[in-house]
């Protein structure tokens, strides 16, 4: 299961980068990997994977030491970073290899991503909590989901048990008392639900997954060893409560198969939810050194999932992958991946914790050396700018070089812009009045408010621009470009037999083939220019089609640029407007759904409206004659 799992990494292998998978797998999934790594060390002794996974830990690290680093601070969670600092805080209770000296250690940084988090807490919204997102630009900036409290309080719980320093304890007792607070861990059942939007911290979004369950509870277990009486008593019945609420996750005839309730049920386990169920594998069983008393129940757990999981290890070409569904029979169910190959194996591995040695501390049989102000260069940074000031000054020189290139880039794009756009036949003079020709008309899309200045200017440049929307329109047609005179082609469907006529020379061709359209060029030069100018006009106007729309009537548009047919029409010939999504960042516990994620907003009058989709276009619209089209146009207040 480990080698197959280790087969879809790539960061060992030539281009690769250390600690990171390939697309599209995220930068956090890469840090549990590591995780895995040393789990899978510490229940089998094997240390094939250990070289890998010291490279990989410590590759992505940052230049602050603190799991923030440049090539993915612009994107960064909360809990992506906290997944990694979760990782080394592993490998330094399990005592796993330490790094060469003058190299970070293992303790030291999951103390730097616990102090750059305890930074970021924020009271100002909901009365405290981490947001989801560390930048604001972020999709997800304003929720605080329970994951990446989860990450906070499971790595200050367990930095408390292996310093024995209590303020890390204050801390996990604080991140806990927020959680019940705000209703995201239920009291009465310990079901923890995903989290909250800032703008209104009362609603929650109450869907359940298995890591969220399973950080809660490891960090639960730490706080049980780590206190003493009646504390130590509050804990423990957290311990069991944390215990029942994990009961949702297991189906099957006898409630003992670990499923991911939430998706799969319905097949709609994304990505980074395939692999939720190695993480509550994972901490089950790693609560039982904590928690002793817990290995009678969840051992039994973990048994009956791990023979489920390895029943799924018969697909892929290999014949042995594993899936993802447990509770459906020994059989695969199609899916591969890291986190179907992960969560077996974690599973697997579960059941051998009886046999292994619990976690060590500082100060019974620990080797890693901490430091307790570790990422206080980067503390609670949320912008990845926002120590440009420390940066030395530009000299003179420098400032003198900047100017020089920046002249010497724009004297290259207006070059080439020259270059690509001037006929190469013509003499001097036309070759000047061509780039003119090109001034003028880049001018005036930058005046959309003086479009009639536009359209006075070039009427034969709109005019190609319409006829060549008209024939992209057409069912089956295409715009295509000779060799000689860049000729515009459609198909004769609903256009006439042997001929076009568009504002333009009339040519005859033979009964059954398409029709060829030569664009007259302002000034009667060669058609090249004017079908370049044409398509530069034309990706403009596809830019501004929400102007276009709501200045016609649904009559006889033409729909320029990324619509091809749709499905979805009715006998008014009436499109919807539907509402782009927010962009989204890629985690589960985005409330929101991606079902729209291929649509495109089309503003159009009308009251009857059905979905376009990006590869659909409007059909049923009349097919005007080339005149009236043409004549609609300068009609039309499009610009």
């Keep these: 299961m480990t080698e197959d799992m280790m087969s879809f990494y790539s960061g060992d292998k030539p281009g690769g980068t250390p600690g990171l998978l390939p697309q599209p797998y995220y930068w956090w999934e890469a840090g549990a990997l590591m995780g895995a790594l040393i789990d899978y060390w510490y229940y089998t002794g094997d240390t094939r994977w250990n070289a890998l996974t010291t490279e990989g830990l410590l590759f992505q690290t940052g230049p602050n030491n603190d799991y923030m680093p440049p090539n993915q601070t612009v994107t960064e969670g909360n809990d992506d970073q906290g997944f990694w600092g979760m990782a080394v805080m592993t490998a330094a209770e ?57 990450c906070f309080f499971n790595l200050a719980a367990r930095l408390a048990l292996y310093t024995g320093n209590q303020s ?124 002793p008393w ?58 051998m914790i009886g046999q292994r040695h619990g976690p060590v501390t500082d100060r019974k049989g620990g080797t890693s050396k901490g430091d307790p102000g570790a990422g206080g260069q980067d503390m609670g940074r949320n912008d990845p700018l926002q120590r440009a000031g420390a940066w030395p000054p530009v000299s003179q020189g420098g400032r003198a070089g900047a100017w020089i290139l920046m002249l010497l880039t724009v004297l290259g794009v207006v070059g080439g812009c020259v270059f690509v756009l001037v006929d190469e036949g013509d003499g001097m003079e036309e070759q000047i009045e061509g780039v003119g020709d090109v001034v003028t008309v880049a001018g005036g899309m930058g005046r959309r408010s003086d479009g009639n200045k536009l359209r006075k200017e070039s009427p034969n440049i709109l005019g190609a621009m319409v006829a060549a929307g008209s024939l992209e329109k057409e069912r089956g047609g295409a715009v295509n470009r000779s060799d000689s005179d860049r000729t515009l082609r459609g198909d004769e469907d609903g256009m006439g037999v042997g001929e076009v006529k568009r504002g333009a020379e009339h040519v005859d061709k033979p009964v059954g083939e398409p029709p060829i359209i030569k664009v007259p060029h302002p000034r009667n030069r060669k058609p090249l220019r004017t079908t370049l100018l044409a398509k530069q006009h034309q990706r403009q106007w596809s830019k501004s089609r929400r102007n276009y729309w709501g200045d016609n009537d649904g009559s006889g548009e033409t729909v320029v640029g990324d619509l091809v047919k749709d499905k979805n029409v009715d006998n008014n010939n009436r499109v919807e407007a539907v509402s782009a999504p927010p962009p989204k960042k890629r985690r589960q516990s985005d409330p929101g759904s991606d079902s729209n994620k291929d649509k495109v907003t089309l503003p159009r009058k009308g009251p009857s409206r059905k979905g376009v989709r990006w590869n659909d276009t409007v059909e049923g619209s009349l097919r005007l004659d080339a005149q009236q089209t043409y004549s609609a146009y300068w009609e039309s207040e499009c610009y």
């Excluded at 504390?231 to 215990?243: A, E, I, K, M, T």
């Excluded at 097949?267 to 089950?284: E, G, I, N, T, V």
């Excluded at 817990?294 to 390895?310: E, G, M, N, V």
Aim: with cysteine.
């Design 94 to 150: 399990y005592n796993f290899d330490n790094p060469p000296p003058g190299k970070p250690q293992w303790l030291s940084l999951a103390q730097a991503v616990f102090n750059t988090q305890a930074a970021r807490w924020d009271a100002e919204d909901c009365g405290g909590g981490l947001r989801w997102q560390i930048f604001t630009w972020n999709n997800g900036y304003d929720y605080k989901n329970s994951i990446s409290q989860a």
């Design 168 to 291: 890390y304890a204050d801390w996990a007792d604080k991140a806990w008392d927020w959680m019940v607070a705000t209703n995201l861990i239920n009291p009465e059942y310990y079901y923890i639900y995903d989290g909250t939007h800032i703008n209104n911290c009362s609603e929650i979004t109450p869907y359940q997954w298995t890591y969220n369950a399973g950080a809660f509870l490891l960090g639960a277990a730490a706080l049980y060893n780590y206190t003493t009486g009646p504390v130590q008593s509050v804990w423990r019945d957290r311990v069991d409560g944390l215990l029942n609420g994990t009961s949702v996750f297991f189906t099957g005839p006898n409630k003992d198969i670990m499923t991911e309730v939430a998706c799969e049920p319905v097949d709609l386990c994304d990505l980074d939810q395939q692999s939720f169920k190695a993480y509550l594998s994972r901490w089950m069983a790693a609560t039982t050194k904590w928690a």
């Design 294 to 351: 817990t290995y009678d129940r969840i051992k039994p757990l973990l048994q009956s999932s791990a023979q489920a999981a390895a029943g799924t290890c018969k697909g892929g070409a290999n014949g042995r992958m594993c899936g993802l569904k447990w509770n459906q029979g020994p059989k695969w169910d199609g899916s591969t991946g890291v986190g179907q190959q992960m969560a077996a194996m974690e599973v697997v591995l579960g059941n």
